[in-house]
């Protein structure tokens, strides 16, 4: 199996991997060869040839999916000291694209994610917020955890006046199994500092988020 496997590997082009991601591409594809099998029977005695390479494809996808295991918040979020020349009121990204996989069924989660944070000295990088988003998403996932790492991290590494972040998002755990039903969003959100506390400063944010 693992000779057929690293063929596919070397079809498709996977040379230059280290030899710690070679090992978790192989043993993933190994895991996915063994999972086709279970659920197409006529695949027991060998994959077909629609399947051959599917193995090796779903590593690769996985490992992509799951990249977020692989960075951390403070190489993301470095910051620009007075860099905004004192401003000190709400900086808002909102509707950042989110994919996730669910933990409990590896099913997908797709949604929004809205970020801001109200600074106190310290600026960041617009398009880190995204990143930062995309940091979490890219891991085994539920949405709760989710929104709070998004949250935490902001307020650990750029210690603002005020963090928010809302996520909206469907879960296909609930609309492909289960339940069935399509077109539910689940609505998550962690408020820190100043938009949890301050009246006014939360109600704009929740009503800049909608």
């Not at 085994?140 to 750029?158: M, N, S």
Request: hydrophobic fraction near 40%.
């Amino acid at each position: 199996m693992t000779s057929e496997l690293e063929k596919a590997w070397e079809a498709l082009g996977r040379h230059s991997v280290d030899g710690r991601h070679h090992n978790s591409r192989l043993a993933m594809a190994t895991a996915v060869a063994n999972l086709l099998k279970e659920v197409e029977p006529g695949s027991r005695n060998g994959l077909r040839e629609g399947l051959q390479e599917t193995p090796s494809r779903a590593a690769k996808a996985w490992e992509f999916w799951t990249s977020g295991y692989d960075l951390n918040a403070a190489d993301i979020l470095k910051t620009f000291d007075d860099g905004a020349d004192g401003y000190d009121q709400m900086v808002i990204v909102k509707d950042i694209p989110l994919y996730s996989k669910c933990e409990h069924h590896l099913a997908d989660i797709v949604g929004t994610a809205t970020v801001a944070y109200i600074p106190n000295g310290k600026i960041v990088g617009l398009s880190k917020l995204s990143r930062l988003v995309d940091m979490h998403a890219r891991r085994l996932q539920v949405q709760e955890r989710l929104t709070k790492g998004v949250a935490d991290d902001l307020d650990q590494h750029l210690q603002p006046r005020g963090v928010g972040v809302l996520v909206k998002a469907r879960h296909m755990c609930m609309e492909s199994r289960g339940i069935c039903q399509q077109g539910h969003h689940t609505i998550t959100c962690a408020l820190r500092g100043a938009l949890r506390d301050e009246p006014d400063a939360r109600a704009e944010f929740m009503a800049l988020a909608q």
